[in-house]
């Protein structure tokens, strides 16, 4: 795969999500994207949390997440950093491991939205909802040529302020501290994955719904 870096945003003005949506289709439409029909991509998280009893455990918290990109795999990414890809079958084991984790169901969030192409570039742009609950936009760039993210960075910066420079989407001044995390090695789905976890931990955080953190 390519490189990707995400980010996320808040509602057009006066424009419910699936406005939003359809506002971004038309702007990137209009750029010369052309949007892969059919082709829903999805990412959906759930938290798992120790069991108050089991001490060695206490506070102990995981993120299990599932992608449409490769519904092969599960990422199960700790409180403390850690991340585990596994073939999906590692679902199987969590269920044996009620003794030790439990589900919050409360925390179940997904990511959903559509794909577009253009040139060396893919776009994702979608809906984050934790429940029934919008909570933000969304909007993930690959560069697809490359797998390195320092020679990449700067591509994608470029393409990005170009695509979000008639919308109300804020953009870093540069992606320089995203190079240098993902520097030492080639860039891998986890790693966009890693982005989303952190965007719905925000999102948890959201107090009305336009994406504005609490």
């Not at 990137?28 to 999805?42: F, I, P, R, S």
């Not at 029934?132 to 700067?154: G, H, I, N, W």
């Not at 993902?182 to 999102?203: A, E, G, M, P």
Request: with cysteine.
């Amino acid at each position: 795969m390519g490189v990707s870096y995400v980010l996320q945003w808040g509602l057009q003005p006066n424009h419910s999500p699936m406005q939003t949506e359809e506002y971004m289709k038309q702007h990137l439409e209009t750029l010369g994207a052309k949007w892969v029909q059919n082709d829903v991509w999805q990412i959906e998280c759930e938290t798992y949390s120790a069991i108050p009893n089991v001490s060695a455990l206490s506070g102990k918290t995981f993120q299990l997440i599932h992608s449409s990109e490769n519904d092969t795999l599960s990422f199960a990414f700790s409180d403390q950093g850690g991340i585990v890809v596994a073939e999906r079958s590692f679902d199987v084991i969590l269920t044996k491991m009620g003794d030790c984790y439990q589900q919050n169901k409360m925390s179940r969030i997904i990511a959903k939205g559509k794909k577009f192409d253009i040139g060396d570039f893919s776009i994702k742009v979608g809906s984050v909802y934790l429940g029934q609950t919008f909570r933000c936009m969304v909007l993930e760039v690959e560069y697809r040529p490359s797998s390195s993210a320092k020679d990449s960075a700067a591509l994608l910066h470029e393409f990005l302020s170009i695509i979000t420079a008639t919308m109300s989407i804020a953009i870093p001044e540069n992606l320089n501290n995203f190079a240098e995390a993902n520097s030492n090695r080639l860039f891998q789905l986890s790693d966009t994955i890693k982005q989303y976890v952190k965007i719905f931990s925000d999102c948890r955080r959201v107090v009305n719904p336009m994406g504005m953190m609490a």
